[in-house]
């Protein structure tokens, strides 16, 4: 390991006008000027400081992270100090003595000695913090509350168990132990409320389909505009399945165009083929998209470039292809090619990273 200061600038790579770069790991301290996407297994040094925002696809390892911007981690997060002022996203675990939130803040679980947040607190699974939690919002916890020492917010809501050893100063709810009474006026019927922590995407796709099937002759007469609203409608009643907001969007605006010249986009209208229910894949200007625009495309996936506007484009490109490769006019490895070519990486790096680590991939 090296041991100087690493600074990163505007770089040669953009996504979505982001700097984009791979991980690297130091014993020294590592800057960021702009705001930055890093790429890779780690990124790893003394003390890790962004001016602005900062996404990691990967885990970080430091002994002090200070973020001015906004942080989102798709790994885990290690450190001895964490501040983050603006929104903290984490899909794993969060390790840190001390950590200081200024806005919203979420992670897959988190263990930690100090605790202050601005805004509120959601983790998937478990906190379990040793000597003070000091929370302006709300905190939620998938799972349940551990630890010792002070806790201190507006509410909390535990699913399973609340466990804190010593002093609450919360409103504390534990799901477990509560009951509900069930409105019979829903236009949407959801799955039951005891299976919801545990649907699959495919699971809520299909739900959408059914819900979708049983009203989609009361839309047929509807304008465009006021048909996307009331898909935006019905997902926002049910679990895991927003992206399906956005993609009739995405189709809806590629029916006024010639061609779909995009391989971002052909993914995206791949997934709608796949997971749109036959009555709203025929509706007049989604048919022309999912069919004409669509076959003449394949002939050209080849020589289409990818380019997304952010990380969120990327990543669902990544688990649309992972998903619906063999659907693919190209191998599995070229379209990975072209997804993290459009970021400066070959999948040939990414994927000699991922078995020196993982062993397979």
Known sequence: MSVELIQFNSGEHLLGGINISEAVCTEGDIVFNESYTVVGVTLEGAHIHATYDLRVIGSIRAGAITVNGSMTVDGDVEADTIVCRGK???TGTVKAASIEFGNFACANSLVCKELRASGNIFIHTTIDTDTLLEVDGLVVAGEGVLGDGTFKAKATIANEYYEFIGDCESNVFEISTMSFAVEHHQEIVTPPQDDLQHISIDTAITTFNDVCSKTFEQWNDLEESDLIDQVHLMISKL???????????????LSYQREISNFRDYFYVLYAKKVFPQNLANY???????????????????????????????????????????????????????????????FSTVEHAWRTQNGRL
């Open 88 to 90: 903290f996203i984490c």
């Open 239 to 253: 679990p895991d399945i927003h992206p399906v907001g956005e993609i009739i969007e995405l189709i809806s605006d």
């Open 284 to 346: 007049e200007t989604m048919a022309p998209v999912l069919n004409e625009m669509f076959n003449t495309a394949k002939q050209k996936v080849n020589d289409m470039p990818f380019k997304a506007t952010d990380i969120t484009d990327f990543a669902r490109s990544i688990y649309i292809l992972s998903k619906y490769y063999s659907d693919l006019p190209i191998s599995l490895e070229d379209g990975a090619d072209k997804i993290f070519s459009s970021i400066g990486i070959r």
